[in-house]
């Protein structure tokens, strides 16, 4: 019994310490926001994404385990 209580114990105070960790972590990160304004200015800028208008792809899709094409 009180081994189980311990053990239920250290679970709760593991998850706590994690979670502090991960919330401290999260703080540290860059907003999407950011990453996304760094990509478009990487990528030719808001003029050239504002040139293109319409995109067509094509192609084929093959499962091979399921003999489908």
């Known amino acids: 019994m009180i081994r189980s209580h311990m053990r239920r114990k250290l679970a709760i ?3 706590v310490a994690f979670s502090m960790i991960l919330a401290r972590a999260a703080d540290d990160l860059p ?3 950011t990453i996304l304004d760094k ?5 030719g800028g808001k003029a050239a994404y504002e040139k293109h208008h319409t995109e067509i792809s094509k192609g084929t899709i093959e499962l091979g ?4 094409k």
């Open 39 to 43: 990509y478009v200015e990487a990528t």
């Open 65 to 68: 385990a399921m003999g489908i």
């Open 13 to 15: 105070g593991t998850a």
């Open 31 to 33: 907003k999407a926001e």
